[in-house]
Each structure stands twice: as structure tokens, then as C-alpha cells.
């Protein structure tokens, strides 16, 4: 009798190891299967120097200073260097104004670079900010911001997002048409090469001027950018989401019919 017990534990301990085998198996192939964002961190949306669509603004700023706090740690920015650098370059200052007969305090500014070999590049990353908030001008429903700080790019330009209960939905930049060459080939290295067409455009003095108009679509994002706009003397850019497009359209159709309940 103990014979058979023993072998059928053997069967059943052999039974059910196959069947652990399975089960293990089928586990680490829907890993591979499934994509890491649909249960894991939630998927990046597009982002457009440093701002990204669909994400609370406030949010973005708060991550982002976060961040460079936790790549920054162990370095003083305003020294460019780590703290052992820092504590060199401090003692060659403190000695070389002593030289020159003038006091040295730790506030003053390093003039020598010799004991910063150790240059941390985040010292030069910034997070974007927001000068203004109010309602959008021109688009009923949308709040409107504008936005400083933002990653250099070698054009002065003017940049605005409107937001939808909360979140980045558009973003408007505007500058000088004299860089709408220049920064078209920046989009162009970054998005491809845009289906483009021709127009022409007239100032107040209806002198006639050539625009050129491309546009981009990345998924739900479209991209459209102008080399002439406003008053002509401005080039433009616009990213606006599909979330955007449909919201406006639900706006703009509350306040047409909200100004004709007052007729």
C-alpha cells in the first residue's frame, strides 16, 4: 500500500509541475506580447519642446522641476561644478583675491573655471514657465497661456498653448518671417518632409507676398505651419490635438446657440 502511494505521488507531483510549466510559459508570453504601456507606465504623449499634449500644465512644470532636482543632486549650479571642485576653486578664489588685497566671501562668483572639470550639463537645463492665464480670445471654452523659459533654438519666438480643462491641447508659436526658412528646416529634420502648398497673401497696403504653408500629421497631431501670417510680417506654427479639434467644435457650437438664446 505504500508502494502505490508513493508512485502516485510521483505522478502527481509530475502532473502538476507540467502544469506550473504552462502556466509559467503562458505568463511570460503575454509579457512579450503586451505592450509595457498597457499595464505598465502610462504612454507618452507627443511633446513639443519640452510641452507635451494632453497633460495638466501645472503638472508638467511640477514633473519637470522634479526631475532636475533628483539629475542635479550632489552639484552647485551656481558654480557649475561638484562639490569637490567647488571647495578647490573656493580655496584658489579666496587665495588669489588675497593676492589682489580684496575680501572673498563665499557669494562671489568663481572667475576660474580651472577646477570645474566636472561641467554638469543640467545646470543649463531649464523648465519651461507660465507668464499669463486667462480666457482665450478667440477660442470659447479654452483657457490660454503664455509660456517662457523653453528650450533655446536659435530663433526669438512667441509661444502659447491653449488648455482644455486643464490639459495642453494646442500650441501656437509666432516670430519673424525673416526665420520661417530656417525653422522650416528644423520641423523638416524633425517630423519629414510636410505636404506643402503656395499661397499669396496681401498687407494692408495690399502689396502681394508669397506664403508657404506645410503641414504634418503624427498620429492624432496635426502640425501646420506658415511662412507668412497675421499681418504678413510673422511666421507661424500650430499644434493642436484631435482632442482639440473636437472640443472646439463642441465650444464654438454651446456659444453660437448660447448668443442666439439672447437674440
Not at 75 to 98: A, Q
Not at 195 to 209: D, E, L, P
Not at 228 to 252: P, Y
Amino acid at each position: 500500500m505504500g508502494k502505490v502511494k508513493r508512485i502516485y505521488h510521483l505522478i502527481f507531483s509530475w502532473t502538476v509541475g507540467i502544469e506550473m510549466k504552462k502556466i509559467i510559459s503562458a505568463v511570460i508570453l503575454l509579457a512579450l506580447i503586451i505592450p509595457q504601456n498597457s499595464y505598465g507606465q502610462e504612454k507618452k504623449g507627443f511633446s513639443f519642446r519640452g510641452i507635451q499634449l494632453g497633460v495638466d500644465l501645472n503638472q508638467q512644470i511640477k514633473d519637470c522641476n522634479e526631475n532636475l532636482k533628483i539629475k542635479n543632486q550632489g552639484f552647485d549650479c551656481r558654480y557649475k561644478c561638484g562639490p569637490k571642485e567647488k571647495e578647490r576653486g573656493e580655496k584658489r578664489e579666496r587665495e588669489r583675491m588675497e593676492t589682489l588685497g580684496r575680501y572673498y566671501t563665499p557669494e562671489s562668483p568663481l572667475t576660474s573655471t580651472k577646477d570645474c572639470g566636472v561641467y554638469n550639463e543640467v545646470c543649463e537645463e531649464k523648465c519651461f514657465s507660465i507668464s499669463l492665464v486667462m480666457p482665450s480670445p478667440v477660442q470659447s471654452g479654452f483657457d490660454f497661456a503664455s509660456i517662457t523659459d523653453l528650450p533655446k533654438i536659435g530663433i526669438g519666438v512667441n509661444t502659447y498653448v491653449y488648455l482644455y480643462e486643464g490639459k495642453v491641447e494646442k500650441i501656437e508659436e509666432s516670430f519673424g518671417w525673416m526665420w520661417s526658412g530656417k525653422y522650416l528646416e528644423l520641423l523638416t529634420a524633425k517630423y519629414g518632409k510636410p505636404k506643402t502648398s503656395v499661397t499669396i497673401v496681401k498687407n494692408r497696403m495690399n502689396a502681394k507676398f508669397r506664403n508657404v504653408e506645410s503641414r504634418w500629421v503624427k498620429g492624432d497631431v496635426t502640425i501646420y505651419f506658415s511662412s507668412r501670417c497675421g499681418e504678413v510680417d510673422q511666421a507661424c506654427l500650430t499644434i493642436e490635438s484631435k482632442k482639440f479639434r473636437e472640443a472646439a467644435k463642441k465650444e464654438t457650437i454651446k456659444a453660437q446657440k448660447k448668443n442666439a438664446d439672447r437674440l
